[in-house]
């Protein structure tokens, strides 16, 4: 009996332990096949939903055009040290059968191109900036400076993974939120993109399953002990 007590024992403390939820994919895109039309990039979704097709626009709000010979990439055809800076708007819906979200991160491979779609062999000077909106409202704002100055330097890698800490941000489950993402750049000429976009979180249920407290477990596992008790009898 002492050793199938041990083994509920281990069996409930396992259950109880597996509860709590880590953080996981929320969105998210590769932009494989995308070449050139925005249209054509896919999402994978998880208890959100993208309800825009992502347009480029710069700052007086004209839309701007990708280049279509990166083919899995978002590769903006606009020169940020020339023509100014340029954001795109990814439109987010939370599900209205959560309760909400707790963002995590959101992380994303930021690159250079020069003017023909080709990743940039030389260092230019990039930024990337997100602002979280919740209808009008700005709940997060930050900027990453992926590339610091330029430099023609060998051996420059022209794309870099950055990360937006989201931790303390909440999603309410139905209501919608506006993720805007900014490119800006300063010094030689080049275009920019990104690739690999990943957003994680923790999505809450409308009815939080409880964890039991530890006197109820000590009453289960000592019921379930005697459950097996008198099996053997």
Do not use: C
Not at 58 to 77: C, I, Y
Not at 152 to 166: A, H, K, Q, S
Not at 170 to 182: A, H, M, V, W
């Amino acid at each position: 009996m002492l050793k199938n007590f041990f083994k509920v024992s281990l069996a409930v403390m396992a259950l109880s332990s597996a509860l709590p939820s880590s953080a996981s994919v929320i969105l998210s895109s590769d932009f494989t096949g995308t070449s050139g039309d925005p249209a054509n990039v896919t999402w994978t979704e998880n208890d959100v939903s993208v309800t825009n097709t992502l347009d480029p626009k710069d700052l007086s709000l004209s839309s701007l055009d990708l280049f279509t010979n990166s083919t899995n990439m978002f590769a903006v055809d606009h020169n940020i040290h020339k023509q100014g800076s340029w954001f795109v708007d990814i439109l987010v819906s939370a599900s209205s059968l959560i309760a909400g979200i707790d963002l995590d991160v959101l992380s994303l491979d930021a690159s250079i191109y020069n003017k023909n779609g080709v990743l940039q062999p030389a260092q230019r000077d990039l930024s990337f900036s997100l602002e979280l909106l919740d209808g009008l409202s700005s709940i997060f704002s930050d900027t990453v400076n992926v590339f610091a100055g330029d430099n023609n330097d060998p051996g420059f890698t022209p794309t870099e993974t950055i990360e937006f800490d989201l931790s303390g941000i909440f999603l309410d489950g139905g209501d919608d939120y506006t993720f805007r993402l900014t490119v800006s750049g300063t010094g030689g000429g080049n275009n920019a993109g990104f690739d690999n976009l990943l957003l994680t979180g923790t999505s809450n249920s409308l009815t939080p399953l409880s964890v039991s407290a530890p006197g109820t477990l000590i009453i289960l596992i000592m019921s379930l002990s005697m459950l097996i008790f008198r099996s053997r009898k």
